[in-house]
C-alpha cells in the first residue's frame, strides 16, 4: 500500500486510539481530519481524537519553488479532509493542551522520499480535484497537484476533460514530464491501450454504445471506448458528446479503421466510459499506439 495517498485516502486520525495515536506521533505518520475552521489567528482548527487541534498558516502548504502561498488554497481546505503530520503540543489561551499540526512537513515528506523519486513512465496513483477547460489536476500524495492535459486524457479527442474523467475519481497515471519548477505533468492515454488491444474487444457485426466526438462534411466520429473511435456517415443532426448505438460495420488494423453505422441516435442519457487499464504498472519506456501496417503512427517516448 502507497504510504503517501491523495488526501481523502490518508490514515483516519480520528478513528485512532490514544495508545496508536501516540504511536503515529513517534513514527511521523501523515494522517488526515477535516478542517473545522480557519481563524482570525490565522490558523486552521481540527479536532483531533477528541482534542482540539491548530495548523499554523505558515505549516498549511509546503509551496514548490518560486510559488507563494495564496489565501485561497489554505480557505479551501475548511469542510475537506486535510493531511498532517503532529509535530507537538501546545497550550492554548486557557491553559488547554492542543496538538499543533503540520500539513507542508507531509508534503515535505511526500516529495523527498516519494515523488521527487519517480522517473518518467511510473505509474502511479492519483485522485482528479478539479477540472479546467485544458486539463485536469490531480492529487498525487499529499494534496500536492499534478497537471493532466486534455490532450494525455486519451488518444479519442474530447471536448473537455469532463469528458473522460470526474472530481473525486481514482485514476492511474504515468508521469509524463516534469517542468521547470519540478511540478509533475500525467499522462492518462497511454494506460488505455493500443489500437489492436482496443479493437480486439469488439468485432464486426456486434452493435455497441457509443458517444459521437466529431461532427465533420464527411463523416461522424464515434468513440466506442476511452481509445478506440470510428466513422460513421455524414449526419447532421448527431452533436459531440451524444450517446448513440453503433453497428461496427467492418475492422480495418492496416488503415486503423472502424466503420460504423448508427442504430439509434435517440438514447437519452449521458454517457461517459470509465478507464480500462492494459497498463497498471510501470516503468513505461516507449509505448505505440498504431497497428505496425498503419502509415500513422501515434507513440510516447518517456525519457
Known amino acids: ?74 480557505l479551501i481546505r475548511v469542510g475537506r479532509p486535510t493531511c498532517f503530520v503532529i509535530t507537538g503540543t501546545e497550550r492554548d489561551e486557557t491553559g488547554q493542551e492542543v496538538f ?39 492529487d498525487v500524495g499529499c494534496g500536492i497537484s499534478a497537471l493532466l492535459p486534455i490532450d494525455c486524457l486519451s488518444v479519442s479527442r474530447i471536448a473537455s476533460p469532463a469528458d473522460r474523467v470526474a472530481v473525486g475519481q481514482q485514476l492511474l497515471c504515468a508521469v509524463k514530464s516534469r517542468d521547470a519548477q ?4 500525467l499522462t492518462l492515454r497511454e494506460l488505455l491501450g493500443t489500437w489492436s488491444e482496443n479493437a480486439a474487444c469488439f468485432a464486426a457485426g456486434e452493435t455497441v454504445v457509443g458517444i459521437v466526438r466529431s461532427v465533420e462534411e464527411y463523416g461522424v466520429f464515434i468513440e466506442i471506448a476511452p481509445n478506440l473511435a470510428g466513422l460513421a456517415e455524414a449526419d447532421p443532426t448527431l452533436r459531440p458528446g451524444q450517446a448513440v448505438s453503433v453497428y461496427i460495420k467492418n475492422i480495418l488494423p492496416d488503415k486503423m479503421k472502424i466503420k460504423l453505422v448508427v442504430v439509434n441516435k435517440n438514447l437519452g442519457q449521458p454517457l461517459r466510459f470509465e478507464p480500462h487499464y492494459f497498463v497498471t504498472r510501470g516503468p513505461i519506456r516507449r509505448w505505440t499506439y498504431s497497428t505496425p501496417q498503419s502509415r500513422k503512427q501515434i507513440e510516447t517516448v518517456f525519457v
Do not use: W
Open 1 to 74: 500500500m502507497l504510504e503517501y495517498r491523495a488526501e481523502g485516502l490518508c490514515r483516519s486520525a480520528n478513528r485512532l486510539r490514544r495508545e496508536e495515536l501516540e504511536h503515529c506521533i513517534a513514527a511521523h505518520e501523515i494522517l488526515q481530519s477535516t478542517a473545522l475552521a480557519f481563524d482570525t489567528a490565522r490558523r486552521l482548527r481540527f479536532e483531533v481524537c477528541g482534542q482540539r487541534a491548530y495548523m499554523p498558516y505558515t505549516q498549511c502548504v509546503d509551496p514548490a519553488p518560486g510559488e507563494t502561498v495564496k489565501d485561497i488554497a489554505v
Open 100 to 138: 499543533v499540526l503540520s500539513r507542508a512537513a507531509a508534503q515535505r515528506a511526500c516529495r523527498e522520499n516519494y515523488l521527487d523519486r519517480l522517473e518518467c513512465g511510473a505509474v502511479i496513483p492519483c485522485t482528479v480535484t478539479h477540472i479546467e477547460n485544458f486539463g485536469a489536476f490531480c
Open 182 to 185: 519540478g511540478r509533475i505533468v
